[in-house]
Structures are given as C-alpha cells and as structure tokens.
C-alpha cells in the first residue's frame, strides 16, 4: 500500500526559520538564534517598508514632513517624478530593481532606501547607473547623474565620475560574458 502524505498546500514554495535548508541554525547557541531571528525579522520589515514606499510614490502619496528615511525617500521620489522598482537589465546574469528611478531633461536620478543599520555604500547604485547607461545604450559622459541613499534619517548625495560608471559598465560586460562562456561549457 502506498504511503499517505500529510497535505500542507499553504507552506509548499515556502521555508521555516528552523527548516532543513537553513541547516546552520543546529550550531546555534540561545544568543545567535534570537540575533538571527531578530535579523529576520528585520529583513522581513524592510521589504515591507520597500513595498509601502513603492505604493506611496506610485500613487503619488505624499508623507508627513519629518526628517525620517522612509519619509524624506517617498516624498523626494514623489517631488521628482520619479519611478518605482525599476528592473534595469542587461543579462540573466546581471540585473537589478531601483527602489526609485528617473531619467528626465538628460539627468539619471537614483534613489535607495536602506532600512537596516549596516552603512550602505554607493557601489549599488553605480551598478544601477551602468545597467542603466548599458540597457540604453547612453554614455554616462553624455548624462548628469544623481545618486542618493536614504538610511538612519540621513540622505547621502553623490555624483559619480562618469569614468566610475564606465568601469563598472565595462566589467558587467566582461563578467557577463565569462559567465556566459562557463554556461556554454557546462552543457
């Protein structure tokens, strides 16, 4: 007779913090698994608070004035017209979602929100401005760019050198490229 499997349709797809694909937890003391839980929990807020921010400038939902990262990020996408979770894509093997975009009278604006406390680095957003310049096809010499990151109630403003956005968009397509020829040998 064949065995009868106990149905859980609402879990399949889906995996347990203490599940077996996350197997590490089993050389966790009391003090690592709550700092992981916490950290989990963190992540799960965080992508809820992209997607709150998304809806906002989507609809065109201004926040309160407060000088709070969530706030002053919706409201200055909000004030420059700008996008949503714009995929940017130049291979399957490098492509990325800017939590904000625009690309109006020749200048590229890219805003990131970042709600954990880790420091937050621009290298993200000069891989955005490359799969930008890259997808179509703009030097970023020909274009103002604007680069900012919204964390801990602060707004950290760059604009990059366009030879650094060259480097980058030079080694997307070198990488890509090695990536590619590894997948053609595997087959």
């Avoid at 499997?5 to 003391?29: P, Q, V």
């Avoid at 608070?49 to 939902?61: F, K, M, S, T």
């Avoid at 130049?90 to 880790?118: E, M, Q, V, W």
């Avoid at 760059?158 to 990488?175: C, G, R």
């Amino acid at each position: 007779m064949k065995w009868r499997w106990n149905t859980h349709t609402k879990l399949e797809g889906m995996h347990a913090f203490l599940g077996a694909s996350k197997y590490h937890w089993l050389n966790y003391d009391e003090d690592k698994l709550r700092q992981s839980w916490l950290n989990s929990q963190a992540t799960m807020i965080g992508t809820r608070l992209h997607a709150l921010a998304a809806e906002h400038i989507a609809l065109g939902i201004k926040m309160a004035r407060q000088n709070k990262t969530l706030n002053m990020h919706v409201n200055d996408a909000i004030g420059f017209g700008m996008t949503p979770e714009v995929v940017l894509y130049y291979s399957p093997n490098c492509f990325g979602t800017a939590d904000a975009i625009s690309f109006k009278n020749n200048k590229l604006r890219i805003h990131d929100l970042k709600t954990g406390t880790t420091p937050a680095h621009m290298d993200q957003l000069y891989i955005y401005a490359a799969l930008f310049c890259l997808e179509y096809k703009i030097k970023p010499a020909d274009i103002e760019i604007e680069l900012r990151i919204y964390q801990n109630d602060e707004v950290y403003t760059e604009v990059p050198d366009p030879s650094v956005i060259f480097v980058v968009m030079d080694k997307i397509v070198a990488f890509d490229k090695i990536i590619a020829e590894m997948q053609e040998q595997a087959m």
